[in-house]
């Protein structure tokens, strides 16, 4: 079964428009993990947060983290359409023997140029 | 190698046989993972290996599947007596660590199963 879900499940948008995306999920967390997958391919890193942030920036991305929610949300500023994908959050399950990630259902992107 | 390198890429087996998908992770990853992700889903996972040990097999769905790593590097997924449900794409990953410490993983671009 799967730890976190997206929402939404899909989203389309203008390119120069922003994305925005949620990840709930159920258990406590070390840390929380977005990934993207485009069509086809593998999946590709894109940012951590830790248990004991809140806000975290890479480039156009913008990730914010509410443990009290248990809450996540992914934000694509000035999108292109180079960022159509399937974009997947990822939890690392605290207090548990498990080292893998555990992933949500993910969130598809298409950003119309 | 400079990625993690999954084959077959593409495999289509006829209901009832044996495939096997190998993975080679970046040279030097400690942790191994292998997840299974049907379309249109997130990764599922199967199990984990640090270095040649099998720590977890939890999200193995059946004894027909089994995993192995016997040096440490390059790992095998094998799936005996293959049934329409197994049709997904098989991803490695690998990392550093585990990730408990935050360690970035890597994935490979997927061997995608289809049992006919």
């Known amino acids: 079964s799967q730890q976190g879900e997206e929402d939404p499940q899909a989203l389309s948008i203008q390119e120069g428009e922003n994305a925005t995306m949620n990840c709930s999920y159920k258990?406590?967390?070390?840390?929380l993990q977005w990934y993207r997958q485009n069509s086809g391919r593998g999946l590709v890193h894109l940012i951590l947060?830790?248990?004991?942030?809140r806000e975290k920036h890479s480039g156009r991305l913008r990730v914010t983290l509410d443990t009290s929610k248990k809450s996540s949300s992914l934000l694509i500023t000035a999108s292109r359409a180079a960022d159509t994908a399937s974009y997947f959050c990822?939890?690392?399950?605290?207090?548990?023997?498990?080292?893998?990630?555990?992933f949500g259902s993910g969130t598809r992107l298409q950003v119309q140029p | 190698g400079a990625g993690v390198s999954q084959s077959p890429r593409y495999k289509v087996a006829k209901r009832g046989q044996d495939v096997a998908l190998r993975c080679d992770p970046i040279s030097g990853h400690v942790s191994l993972f292998w997840y299974q992700q049907a379309l249109g889903q997130g990764p599922e996972f199967l199990t984990y290996f640090q270095n040649e040990a099998q720590l977890d097999k939890s999200g193995l769905p059946s004894d027909r599947f089994f995993a192995e790593r016997p040096e440490g590097s390059v790992s095998t997924l094998k799936i005996q007596r293959t049934q329409k449900e197994d049709s997904a794409v098989y991803l490695c990953?690998?990392?550093?660590?585990?990730?408990?410490?935050?360690?970035?993983?890597?994935f490979g671009e997927g061997s995608w199963l289809t049992v006919v």
């Open positions: 258990t406590s967390i070390n840390n």
């Open positions: 990953a690998s990392s550093l660590e585990g990730t408990s410490s935050g360690n970035t993983i890597y």
């Open positions: 990822a939890t690392d399950i605290r207090d548990t023997g498990r080292r893998a990630l555990t």
């Open positions: 947060i830790r248990s004991n942030e």
